[in-house]
C-alpha cells in the first residue's frame, strides 16, 4: 500500500499542476473522483480504505482552501454519482440536494471523509466544475462544464489508481472568420 508521505506528497504535485493548467480562481468548484481502492492496489469498488480517504480529501482541502476553490467529492455509482458539497456551495451554486449520507461502500471512502471534515457537507446531485481529478478511472466527466480538456499530469498512478484530470475552456464559436485569444 501507498505510503501517507508519498500519498500526500504526489497528490499535492498532480493537483498544483491542474491547478496551473486549469487556471482556477476563488469561488470555482473542483471535482474529485477516487477508487480508494484502486490507490491500494485493488478494484474499484471491492477493497475501500477509510484511511486513504481521509488523507486524500485532508490533503485537497489544504491545497484548496486557501485559495477559496470549492472541492465537490464525486460518489460511487451506487449514489448515481451524487456529490458532496459545503451547504454554502449548494446554495451559492442553486443545487439540487438529495437525501442520502455516503458510506464505504454507498458512495465510497473519500465521500465519507468528505462528510466527516467539510463543515456543513450535504449530497447534490449534479454540479458543473471547472477542473477536476480522477483517481481510479471513476469518470468525472459528467461534472465538468464543456468543452472538456484532458489534463495529463506527470504523474501517471497514484498508488494503483490511474490518474487523469480536465478542465474546461469556453467553445469556440464564428467559424473561419473569428479570432480566438
Not at 492496489?41 to 482541502?61: F, M, N, P, Y
Not at 443545487?95 to 466527516?116: D, I, M, N, Q, R
Not at 489508481?161 to 480566438?180: I, Q
Request: glycine share 10%; with cysteine; aromatic share 4%.
Amino acid at each position: 500500500m501507498i505510503e501517507k508521505e508519498e500519498l500526500v506528497k504526489q497528490l499535492t504535485q498532480i493537483t498544483n499542476e491542474v491547478l496551473t493548467i486549469a487556471q482556477l480562481k476563488a469561488g470555482d468548484l473542483f471535482v474529485l473522483g477516487c477508487s480508494t481502492s484502486e490507490i491500494v492496489g485493488g478494484q474499484i469498488g471491492k477493497a475501500s480504505s477509510q484511511e486513504v480517504g481521509e488523507w486524500v480529501i485532508r490533503t485537497l482541502l489544504d491545497l484548496l482552501q486557501p485559495k477559496g476553490i470549492h472541492l465537490a467529492v464525486q460518489g460511487c455509482e451506487h449514489l448515481n454519482r451524487a456529490l458532496v458539497v459545503e451547504q454554502t456551495v449548494m446554495e451559492q451554486y442553486h443545487l439540487e440536494e438529495v437525501a442520502v449520507v455516503p458510506a464505504l461502500h454507498a458512495g465510497g471512502a473519500c465521500s465519507v471523509a468528505a462528510f466527516k471534515y467539510f463543515q456543513n457537507p450535504v449530497e447534490v446531485e449534479h454540479i458543473v466544475a471547472k477542473a477536476g481529478i480522477d483517481l481510479g478511472d471513476t469518470s468525472i466527466g459528467m461534472h465538468i462544464k464543456h468543452v472538456q480538456v484532458p489534463i495529463r499530469p506527470s504523474i501517471r498512478e497514484l498508488g494503483g489508481a490511474h490518474v487523469t484530470a480536465l478542465y474546461s475552456r469556453p467553445k469556440y464559436v464564428g467559424g473561419p472568420r473569428a479570432n480566438y485569444q
